[in-house]
């Protein structure tokens, strides 16, 4: 083994400059927002004359952007909180109980991760079309419940296979009833992933554009609002500015679910997050 | 929650069998939005499938050395790394993809950079609103798809494995293709399917970076959403979401197979890839040769049947190749 | 079945599709007993005791605690606690608060919480450890806590899932002794899940044999390590060499048994000895330590057969010889005592010797 790690050691040059220029490139997109919202010039292009905080004050005078702000912040808070109750309940199905078509149920759940989103959105559409359902936010909010459950799904499942189910049987054995059971030793023990689900299914709806542009009724969502803005390069900086502080919060808000992942994972298994 | 998601997919289903007739839907049941879809569509399908696989592929080649760095190299900032290359997958997609249109347009970073130190004289016009673009967009977009997968094969990858590959006469080399290749193809390939299925169904970078020639399945769903011909969308959908379907089907029988036989699950899925192309590559010489009136379902039956043939023999040859019956 | 019986299964069968994982199941038990299921894993003494439990429900039969039918009773309302093989300890609470967990709906003082938390941790020798959390205990303390938390609800049956199967082997042993201690302090009757025959031994009152969901034998550890009904059983427990064998007569207690290697030798008769009529096959069973290795002539008053040492192994306080006798495909196993002066023998492999048995040692066994 020594000798591998050595050889290893000596020619780990080449991979360790690859991966930092890797970081390079999926940080460089990300970099270039902040520079340019900084920029006091509306074209975007090197160089740089003067640097300025001007696009950042303009935010306060973009009532319409703030109102997008605002409707996508309703929708992700409402998203999330409906994806996380029923990622909870169907986790626990799936956990617990041995039900029938507990397969075919799952396979239907995660779909929405297999097909693409434009079909999500016509097929909702239409639905609502037929069901003569007024499009709102609160359309918008549905689709992104039905997107994001299989996220919150796989948060919590992975969470509730995890641990020890003796100590649910050692609660009920005590004699506690199934839902005290999950008030006293499963949710305090979960509690980490649904929060993280949470954050994971808040990021997800807040930054959703395509079943919004299906969805979307007379309000807009900040993503909707971006695209509008995209035709209009000289209108485009205050979005900058706005996009770098919900960069920079998002940067936070990912950094603490991950952690909370890391602190709530059983101690003994990797873990890693999504996709995994 | 599953019928809420069964219906609208029967309720399309429905629909995809309607006509627009004018302002009106007629609801005798035709199969005529399929035929129109497939004759008209089909070149969109391959030209979706051919970008979606060289995103595929240059998302698992750029992701598969990082995910070997920190599983293997990286000693204890392994969270760390794994949060850095996670974090600009949260971050706004249509941001980043903005972002990308700044680095690559004709006045933009890049092409402002080269001309400043005079490495080019004239701009490079095929960075931005090009299949280029969008590759290099997706692979960014949903490279964290591609890591984390490949990651967790490798961390798993027993290390007694690589000592023993060792002590047996391996050099690093050698014992990477032998041990640790083959060992983390599961991996592999569900980096494939989880980058695949989500890029053959993107709409917003091909639409912002891919030009006016650059649409891909979702786009050809939205333009005849957008023509207010709903039912021939909802079968445009219904087709996109057979193919995709199929597409995600099979790579996930790979993925299991690929858990019990990693070499003959590759080999399997290089033959489909070199099928699917040779498949689309005959169809690009006999279509200017098929006659007019020629129904579809001929068409896609001969792909398929040429496709079924192709995987056959890629099979057979691979297999000879690698010595292997 | 008589009226103290505490606890009786009554033909439960268990089955998980076409597996049967209990088969028929049909015993009781008494209050106050140590109670033990032992049996191979797998063998459904798991899931028995789960029935028990509630935590899995009977395909066929009925379970009575105390009189009162449980069958299909949930966990939570039974009058039974459990303590887990991986003990279960609920790792956000800390101790006091997983000792006091069951009691919460007894809506007890905190004054009278605190008393009887305070007696339980007494107990288990405990006390002072209230705050700590559970991954700042060891296995040895989790088990207690496990036990205590469990113990605290006084309930009438105390089930135990492999508790010491966690432990080495030191503390396993201290445990065994303490867990013994405990029960009969307590008094409460105690079903016990093992693998580990020395174990099952050495805490039991009864043990049920248990393999391929059926219950093969349930009797004292003496009486099934002496006399076990099967070769199940006596494989199970210790060592056994099986011979072959046909009955040539019976007179009185004793069977006359032509034995393939031996000739004819007298066996004991079992109390159901109707598997062996005049010329059935029947297989005679003969522990290793109840045969001796000597020089020359048995001893008197035993039998003895002429046999060559095969191979040896010093085990420290015994010796192991495998001799070779003519007419027998397999040697026989035979341990002697290391201490005992008066026979301080070593025999080197090769030797020619002569096993001698007592006809008391041999034990008369259906052919499977």
């Known amino acids: 083994m020594a000798r591998t790690l050595k050889k290893v050691g000596e020619r780990g040059w080449g991979i360790t400059i690859f991966a930092f220029g890797y970081l390079a490139f999926l940080y460089a997109p990300m970099l270039v927002l902040p520079l340019f919202s900084f920029a006091d010039q509306t074209i975007f292009r090197f160089p740089i004359e003067k640097f300025s905080t001007r696009w950042y004050e303009e935010i306060a005078n973009r009532p319409e952007m703030l109102g997008a702000l605002w409707n996508s912040l309703i929708v992700g808070v409402i998203a999330s909180l409906a994806a996380t109750l029923l990622g909870l309940l169907a986790a626990k199905a799936i956990t617990r109980y041995a039900m029938p078509g507990k397969n075919v149920a799952l396979g239907l759940i995660s779909m929405p991760l297999f097909i693409p989103e434009v079909l999500l959105g016509l097929a909702l559409l239409i639905i609502l079309n037929v069901a003569h359902i007024p499009l709102s936010l609160m359309t918008i909010a549905a689709g992104h419940v039905m997107l994001c459950t299989p996220f919150a799904m796989a948060v919590l499942i992975a969470r509730m296979d995890g641990f020890d189910k003796s100590l649910e049987e050692a609660s009920l054995d005590l004699g506690e009833s199934g839902w005290m059971t999950f008030w006293r030793v499963t949710f305090p023990l979960i509690a980490p992933a649904v929060v993280s689900s949470l954050l994971l299914t808040f990021i997800v709806s807040f930054d959703e554009f395509l079943l919004a542009f299906f969805l979307q009724g007379n309000e807009m969502t900040l993503p909707l609002y971006i695209w509008g803005q995209l035709r209009f390069p000289s209108n485009f900086p205050p979005v900058l500015a706005l996009g770098t502080c919900i960069l920079l919060a998002s940067c936070i808000l990912v950094v603490f679910a991950e952690w909370l992942r890391q602190v709530g994972a059983p101690k003994d298994r990797p873990s890693v997050g999504v996709g995994g | 929650m599953v019928a809420g998601l069964a219906a609208p997919l029967a309720i399309m289903l429905l629909y995809s069998f309607w006509r627009q007739d004018g302002p009106n ?301 | 079945m008589t009226d103290s019986d505490y606890i009786r299964i009554e033909h439960v069968t268990k089955r998980f599709g076409a597996f049967r994982a209990v088969d028929d199941a049909e015993f009781a038990i008494q209050q106050g007993e140590f109670f033990s299921l032992l049996g191979p894993s797998g063998c459904g003494k798991t899931t028995l005791l789960r029935m028990i439990a509630g935590f899995e429900f009977p395909t066929d039969g009925e379970i009575y605690i105390d009189g009162q039918p449980v069958t299909g009773v949930p966990a939570n309302k039974r009058p039974t606690n459990m303590v887990f093989q991986s003990y279960a300890i609920f790792p956000h609470l800390n101790v006091y608060d997983n000792i006091a967990y069951g009691l919460r709906k007894l809506k007890l003082s905190k004054a009278e919480l605190d008393k009887r938390v305070g007696e339980a941790l007494e107990m288990i020798k405990l006390s002072g450890f209230e705050g700590r959390k559970s991954d700042q205990m060891s296995g040895g303390q989790r088990q207690r806590i496990a036990l205590a938390r469990a113990l605290i609800n006084r309930p009438k049956v105390l089930l135990l899932d492999e508790p010491l199967g966690a432990l080495d082997k030191k503390l396993r042993e201290q445990m065994q002794f303490e867990l013994r201690q405990l029960q009969k302090t307590v008094g409460i009757t105690f079903i016990f899940v093992t693998h580990d025959q020395e174990e099952a031994l050495s805490l039991s009152d009864r043990i049920a044999v248990m393999q391929k969901g059926k219950v093969l034998q349930i009797a004292s550890p003496r009486e099934l390590y002496e006399s076990p009904n099967c070769r199940e059983v006596a494989d199970f427990i210790g060592t056994m060499n099986f011979m072959r064998g046909s009955v040539k007569a019976i007179d009185g207690k004793t069977a006359v048994v032509d034995v393939e290697g031996l000739g004819l030798v007298n066996a004991p008769l079992p109390e159901d000895y109707s598997f062996a009529p005049i010329g059935a096959e029947v297989l005679i069973g003969a522990r290793p330590e109840k045969l001796d290795v000597v020089r020359g002539a048995p001893h008197p008053g035993e039998k003895g057969v002429k046999g060559d040492i095969g191979a040896c192994a010093y085990l420290g306080d015994r010796n192991h010889y495998q001799v070779t006798i003519a007419g027998r495909a397999e040697p026989l196993q035979v341990a002697t005592e290391q201490g005992d002066r008066s026979t301080l023998a070593s025999f080197s492999p090769g030797e020619h010797v002569t096993v001698s048995w007592g006809d008391n040692s041999l034990v008369l066994l259906p052919k499977d």
């Open chain 2, 25 to 325: 839907v007629d609801t005798t049941l035709t199969t005529f939005n399929y035929e129109y879809a497939l004759t008209k569509y089909y070149p969109i399908f391959l030209r979706s499938l051919w970008i979606s696989g060289l995103v595929t592929l240059a998302t698992v080649l750029l992701a598969y050395p990082i995910a070997y760095y920190v599983a293997f190299h990286v000693k204890s900032y392994k969270f760390v790394w794994l949060i850095l290359l996670t974090i600009p997958f949260w971050t706004s997609y249509l941001l980043r993809v903005f972002a990308w249109r700044i680095i690559l347009a004709r006045d933009g970073v890049i092409n402002g950079t080269l001309q400043g130190t005079g490495l080019i004289d004239e701009p490079i016009n095929w960075l931005l609103f090009s299949d280029f673009a969008i590759v290099l967009t997706l692979a960014h977009a949903w490279a964290a798809f591609a890591i984390l997968p490949i990651y967790v094969s490798l961390e798993k990858v027993d290390r007694t494995l690589l000592e023993a590959g060792a002590d047996l006469g391996d050099g690093p080399v050698r014992s990477f293709w032998r041990i640790t290749f083959p060992l983390s193809l599961p991996g592999v390939i569900s980096a494939i399917t989880l980058v695949f299925v989500p890029t053959i169904g993107d709409y917003v970078t091909p639409d912002l970076v891919g030009g006016p020639r650059g649409g891909m399945i979702a786009k050809m769903v939205y333009n005849s959403f957008k023509g207010n011909d709903w039912p021939l969308a909802a079968a445009t959908a219904i087709l996109s979401m057979i193919f995709v379907a199929s597409i995600a089907f099979l790579l996930i029988q790979l993925l299991r197979k690929s858990i019990v036989d990693p070499l003959g699950a590759f080999v399997i899925a290089v033959a489909i890839a070199v099928s699917v192309y040779f498949a689309s590559f005959v169809l690009t010489l006999v279509r200017a040769n098929v006659p007019e009136g020629t129904p579809a379902i001929a068409i896609v039956l001969v792909l398929a049947i040429l496709f079924v043939v192709g995987v056959y023999y890629t099979v057979i040859a691979l297999r000879a190749a690698l010595g292997r019956s």
